[in-house]
């Protein structure tokens, strides 16, 4: 018997697993699917690699720092900036201290006001001030904060609602405006990038580290006390720890609402742009939140001579994919009529709200040795996997050894 049952292999239980196992217990991991990852995995198909719906990792997430061996994930980055398609084409908006040669093109896009790039720079500013009070801090929702903020320009609704709508997988402005600002204190502090091998390869090393293997395709059925009930059997343990989707209904921790994402990913033989910009719709006119070019930023993401590029909607949505093709062709100036659609991933649950006031910290000791993990206890991202993760290592460890 182990000490502990870690149900679920997601980011969130995986590093659960290791955080016990660091504190001298055993542990046993059982994951419903035929791979760990969760909401973090990759697709191989014809040499592409296609993640489970378009997302990027951020190394500069505190919990990545501390727990991922980020060198040996050979971290391909994204320009520190956004391509914005309008009437006339696109234009770039880009961060100066990353992307000095982009300074003349953000000059010259029409977005760089000087009210407005001040306020907005106000607006900004505490997301590089202390995490604790931007957690715990006045919060309000994303609309609400930037109206009273005086940020109502070109510089919010075609270039910041737009690209945090992809973010957030929201576009009625009513997230946390204390969780954006996390996110954004990220995005100023990091690139975002992805691994030479795929978004997979972030969970894959975590489990590669733990002493007994994960159980995969395994389903727990029910969770009872110390014991966990599968197709094959009941395990008994000292603690469970449930990691698993929160709508798995398998504790009586409220479960938040989910928010979907759907992702086309399309081959084609010349790249559509050269850059390594994240693409989105200023007018937002179509279905699409953010587009890129994917093999310019991850060359290791198609094979030799082709080109990947993304597509990310809103799911569910009524769009078809005649309609996506037609705004890519808008947004690249080029016809993707012809472009292959290799696979579309759509997540239903893609991501918890985060509605404001923001509860970053939510128990994770449900009482009697059973206990919670995932996203959704702390910030709807990988960070906020990562660390609820630990949250319940550490509650676990310190209930069993007293
Ligand atoms: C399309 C998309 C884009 C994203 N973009 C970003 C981004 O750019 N940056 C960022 O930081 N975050 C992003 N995220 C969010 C991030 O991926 C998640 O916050 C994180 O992976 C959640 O991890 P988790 O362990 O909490 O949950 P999950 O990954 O959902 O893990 C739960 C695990 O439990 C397993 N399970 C469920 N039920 C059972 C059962 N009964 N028995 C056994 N196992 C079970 C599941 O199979 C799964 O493996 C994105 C997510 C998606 C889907």
Not at 120 to 148: K, N, Q
Not at 231 to 239: F, I, T
Not at 312 to 340: D, F, H, I, K, M
Request: charged residues 20%.
């Amino acid at each position: 018997m182990a000490d502990v049952v870690v149900v679920g292999a997601g980011l969130a239980g995986l590093n659960c697993a290791l955080g016990l196992q660091e504190k001298g217990l055993t542990v046993t991991v059982l994951e419903a699917a035929d791979q760990v990852g969760g909401r973090v995995r990759t697709d191989l198909v014809d040499g592409f690699r296609c993640d489970h719906g378009f997302q990027l990792l951020n190394p500069s997430y505190p919990a990545v720092r501390r727990y991922v061996d980020l060198p040996a994930l050979d971290l391909q980055p994204f320009a520190a900036g956004v391509a914005v398609g309008g009437a006339a084409g696109t234009t770039t908006v880009a961060d100066p201290r990353r992307e000095p040669g982009l300074i003349g093109r953000s000059l010259l896009s029409g977005y760089v006001r000087p009210l407005e790039l001040a306020r907005l720079a106000a607006w900004a500013a505490p997301a590089l001030g202390s995490v604790p009070r931007l957690r715990e801090g006045s919060d309000t929702t994303l609309a609400e904060s930037l109206d009273e903020a005086g940020v109502d320009g070109r510089l919010r609704h075609e270039i910041l609602e737009p690209f945090l709508a992809g973010v957030l997988a929201s576009t009625d402005g009513s997230t946390s405006a204390a969780f954006v600002r996390l996110l954004l204190r990220a995005f100023l502090l990091g690139t975002p990038s992805l691994p030479a091998a795929g978004m997979a390869a972030l969970p894959e090393q975590l489990a590669a580290r733990l002493a007994e293997p994960v159980r995969t395709g395994v389903r727990v059925e029910l969770v009872s006390g110390n014991s966990v009930k599968t197709a094959d059997g009941e395990l008994s343990a000292r603690a469970v720890v449930v990691a698993a989707n929160p709508t798995a209904g398998l504790t009586t921790a409220r479960a938040p609402r989910m928010k979907g994402l759907s992702t086309y990913w399309f081959a084609a033989d010349e790249a559509p742009r050269a850059d390594k910009l994240l693409v989105v719709d200023g007018h937002r006119n179509g279905p699409i939140l953010n587009t890129a070019v994917i093999s310019n930023a991850a060359p290791s993401y198609a094979p030799p001579g082709r080109h990947l590029i993304q597509a990310t909607t809103l799911w569910p949505t009524e769009a078809t994919e005649a309609e996506v093709r037609l705004q890519l062709t808008r947004l690249y100036g080029r016809s993707a009529g012809a472009w292959e659609l290799i696979i579309r991933h759509d997540i239903r649950e893609a991501l918890p709200e985060q509605p404001a006031p923001l509860a970053a910290r939510q128990p994770v000791a449900l009482g009697d040795n059973l206990y919670v993990a995932g996203d959704h206890r702390d910030t709807a991202s990988i960070q906020g996997a990562l660390v609820s993760g630990r949250r319940a290592a550490n509650a676990v460890a310190a209930t069993l050894r007293g």
